[in-house]
């Protein structure tokens, strides 16, 4: 199939035409969270950025397995390959194994997930299961000549890499094709770690660890008692599910360098060539300009906006307001949190949403307007547009609120619609906001009927209010709305037409 979708390659720094490696199949892998705490905005962005990705392929025909792993083990405090491993720290603080913190952190994360609606990947492999795939790329990596053994740690040799990579005429794919950094950086900004001795260059980094007398997390391998280093873990269970060349790789900025670096170098120093066509970075979102995250002690967590529970938080957000509130921004965009923009996005869900339920209170006439006609015919084409354009759902949105307006005045009588043409309005903001974009009514299903019975009364009691401002009967009209205020009616008069709803 020919595919008109177009994404940023973050390897190769500007937009390309998505092509499958094997097209109608699709492999993509995402990194999935180190399990130590709760889930946090930071969390919720790439979960929802990879899930529209998910959403679209699919929708576009395509056989997508996703794989997005859970981190259990070999996560570190530093990047530098020091500390504590985060998990063992939890652990060894709340008196648990380190399974248990894993697996209970894990069932908080699949929970506020599934809240924000993201469909749960193809495969969820965890670090912990897949040990000895570790252990057999760190042999091939030292059987290439391009690792060390220290202390019975194994290291990445980054020196020795680029050396073989010049010498295969692929010097523009050393360590830092990703990032841009060059070998020369990185050793200024460890330099400060000049003291640690187990490295030959502190730019190197662990492949495996033995494991300190006092570190609960360990397993056998032929170096020593101990575990793998963070970075191993994607690229082996990458191979192993998605094959040794796959389309696309995922993840947020920050995973740039050090994490994703070290896969690309790893997968050509065990292989031979490289593991991944696509490499898609999602921007950060932030507090007052500083990254959130658990590091930053600045972190609210996903629970903590679903429940109002945080000093920062001026009231609760439900999870579709969160997920309408990042998919209001482009997804390399960064996005600052505030509440103000949480209101507005509270708002703007809504709207949409309201829009899309009132799709089933409007009349068909016998022919559109023009100006419905000309918006309703062009909408399915342009939000197409919008998407297969790295993903705008910027402007997906903003062409469903256009959609929103024609809803709006053809609810009020303001505008007429073909059966057609409704059809084709229903479909079309149907497909975007549900299927694509994944956003949905919150509110339980099971008072469908009773919802429909509402409708209908209050587009009566509306058109009887019309009729009295109409005949400019005010007291009749003024009536009516303070009736329908007093029984929790709120009605309101918009330039587009007369909206409504029911607070409970």
């Not at 794989?67 to 491993?85: F, K, S, Y």
């Not at 759902?393 to 005045?409: D, G, R, Y």
């Not at 509402?454 to 009887?464: A, I």
Request: with cysteine; aromatic share 8%; charged share 25%.
């Amino acid at each position: 199939m020919e595919s008109k979708l177009v994404i940023y390659n973050t390897l190769t720094r500007q937009k390309e035409r998505f092509e499958p490696l094997h097209a109608p199949n699709v492999g993509m892998y995402v990194c999935g969270p180190t399990v130590y705490g709760d889930p946090h905005l930071g969390h919720a962005r790439p979960a929802i950025t990879f899930d529209l990705v998910f959403r679209y392929l699919k929708h576009l025909g395509y056989k997508v397995r996703y794989v997005r792993n859970i981190t259990d083990v070999g996560h570190l405090e530093h990047d530098a390959d020091e500390g504590e491993d985060k998990i063992a720290k939890k652990a060894r603080l709340e008196q648990l194994e380190p399974m248990e913190i894993a697996q209970y952190y894990t069932n908080r994360y699949h929970a506020a997930m599934d809240a924000l609606n993201v469909l749960r990947p193809s495969i969820e492999p965890h670090a912990t299961g897949h040990i000895i795939e570790q252990q057999q790329l760190v042999r091939q990596i030292l059987d290439n000549g391009l690792a060390y053994e220290s202390n019975g740690s194994i290291y990445f040799d980054i020196e020795a890499y680029n050396k073989w990579q010049e010498a295969r005429g692929k010097k523009q794919e050393g360590y830092g094709v990703l990032s841009g950094r060059s070998l020369e950086n990185i050793k200024d900004e460890s330099r400060e770690l000049a003291g640690v001795g187990e490295k030959k260059n502190q730019a190197d980094f662990a492949l495996w660890k033995k494991a300190q007398p006092e570190h609960i997390m360990r397993w056998p391998s032929p170096w020593s008692d101990g575990f793998p280093g963070w970075h191993c873990e994607c690229t082996a269970m990458g191979r192993k599910y998605l094959g040794e060349q796959f389309d696309i790789h995922g993840g947020g900025m920050d995973l740039i360098f050090p994490h994703h670096e070290c896969e690309i170098a790893q997968a050509q120093a065990s292989m031979g060539h490289p593991a991944v066509k696509y490499w898609m970075h999602n921007n950060m979102l932030t507090i007052n300009g500083q990254k959130m995250g658990k590091s930053y002690n600045n972190f609210i967590t996903l629970e903590q906006f679903f429940t109002g529970n945080h000093p920062l938080l001026q009231k609760a957000y439900s999870p579709m307001t969160i997920r309408f509130f990042i998919l209001s921004a482009h997804y390399r965009g960064t996005v600052d949190f505030s509440n103000e923009a949480l209101v507005a996005a509270e708002k703007g869900l809504e709207k949409l949403l309201n829009a899309i339920s009132d799709l089933e209170r409007i009349a068909v006439a016998p022919q559109c307007d023009a100006e419905t006609e000309r918006i309703v015919k062009g909408l399915r084409q342009r939000c197409y547009d919008a998407m297969n354009d790295d993903l705008a759902t910027p402007q997906v949105i903003s062409h469903l609120f256009e959609a929103c307006t024609v809803v709006n005045k053809l609810v009020d009588h303001k505008a007429t619609i073909c059966a057609d043409c409704l059809k084709e309005l229903k479909e079309v903001m149907h497909l975007f906001a549900e299927d694509i974009l994944g956003l949905k009514a919150e509110k339980s299903g099971s008072n469908d009927a009773r919802e429909e019975a509402f409708g209908k009364v209050m587009d009566m009691v509306l058109e009887l209010r019309a009729k009295a401002k109409a005949d400019k009967d005010w007291a009749t009209s003024d009536k009516i709305r303070d009736e329908l205020a007093a029984a929790g009616f709120e009605v309101k008069d918009t330039k587009d037409g007369v909206t409504w709803r029911l607070n409970v």
